[in-house]
């Protein structure tokens, strides 16, 4: 199984470039979520869609929009990359409604670095 | 301010050794508690779960404790693996959310 799939794993855009972080699960879960990891301090949420359909914003939306294209897919896109983006970005999905209460599964990861 | 501490910020220890996370958190409504391992470049896996009730829970070398009343988990690696090299993240849901620690960095040397 391949669990959460993202693409890119790296990344490098210049300041006012434009781009889509790609995620999909394999496992049929109703919830996805786009988190961001940066040195120092803990993932934070960007952005979670409960079930299809639906997506709502998290701890740090801003600068970001996304998509829940089907139940698989959940797309994070970055309309114009500031130095400020620059992270780890992580998609997650799980079984449940929301974000607690049952097991998040993690895609392997996006190193995006905007110059 | 985060609502999930962890401490250490970093550890090394010698293969076959055993060390001990914290992670205090002050998380509320609790739901349950989670300790993730990331290892690098990968996204953080599942170790154990946590719920109010429990104060103790393994997952082969890995021991995790809650004391809901000091909101206070801890996870002891015993016989440490070169393979226990990672970051270990606590997680602890309330009802609809999840908060995270900034993690343990773990570095096993031979």
């Known amino acids: 199984n391949a669990g959460v799939t993202q693409t890119p794993k790296f990344q490098v855009l210049k300041t006012g470039q434009s781009m889509t972080l790609q995620c999909a699960q394999d496992?049929?879960?109703?919830?996805m979520y786009w988190y961001r990891q940066d040195p120092g301090m803990g993932l934070r949420l960007i952005y979670y869609?409960?079930?299809?359909?639906?997506?709502d914003k998290g701890e740090v939306p801003n600068g970001y929009n996304v998509s829940r294209l089907n139940k698989r897919e959940f797309s994070l896109r970055l309309e114009s990359a500031a130095p400020s983006q620059t992270s780890v970005y992580f998609c997650?999905?799980?079984?449940?409604?929301?974000?607690?209460?049952?097991?998040?599964?993690f895609g392997q990861g996006t190193r995006l670095t905007v110059v | 301010k985060n609502q999930v501490e962890q401490s250490p910020q970093s550890l090394i220890i010698l293969e076959g050794k055993n060390c001990t996370l914290q992670?205090?958190?002050?998380?509320?409504?609790?739901?349950?508690l989670r300790w993730y391992k990331q290892d690098t470049g990968r996204g953080p896996v599942s170790l154990t779960i946590?719920?109010?009730?429990?104060n103790t829970k393994s997952n082969g070398r890995y021991t995790a404790t809650l004391d809901a009343d000091t909101k206070q988990s801890s996870l002891h690696i015993t016989a440490s693996q070169l393979s226990d090299s990672a970051s270990y993240i606590c997680?602890?849901?309330?009802?609809?959310?999840?908060?995270f620690g900034a993690g343990t960095t773990v570095t096993v040397r031979a």
């Open positions: 946590m719920t109010f009730s429990e």
């Open positions: 997650a999905s799980s079984e449940g409604h929301g974000t607690g209460g049952t097991e998040a599964f």
């Open positions: 992670c205090n958190y002050t998380v509320s409504p609790f739901s349950n």
């Open positions: 997680v602890v849901s309330a009802k609809y959310k999840l908060s």
């Open positions: 496992m049929n879960h109703n919830s």
């Open positions: 869609s409960a079930s299809e359909g639906t997506t």
